[in-house]
């Protein structure tokens, strides 16, 4: 297999979400207010996609710590725990 390296992807991931709140008639901006305050109840939702910010290419090393600060609650775990859970490795047919 050729020589591969690692790359790091930051992007966005994007909702379309909807809220039906009921106001008093001609106050609209209370239920921007309800929606902005996260207090409606979600109508629904539909994901619009990734869109990528940002890549560059990064070490095991530094991909395995950058993990350990992002997920601070799993910081204890191994390299081999952190690189089976969130490394999409190349697939092996591509040479």
Known sequence: MNETEYVLVDAI???RMRYLVEVPKGKTEWAHDTVAME???????KHLGETIISSRVISLEQA???FKVDNDYLKE???????????????????
């Open 64 to 66: 395995v710590q950058l």
């Open 13 to 15: 991931s994007q909702y």
């Open 77 to 95: 775990w191994s390299e081999e725990q952190v690189l089976a859970t969130a490394l999409t490795q190349i697939k092996e047919y591509i040479k």
């Open 39 to 45: 207090e409606a109840k979600e109508f629904s939702q």
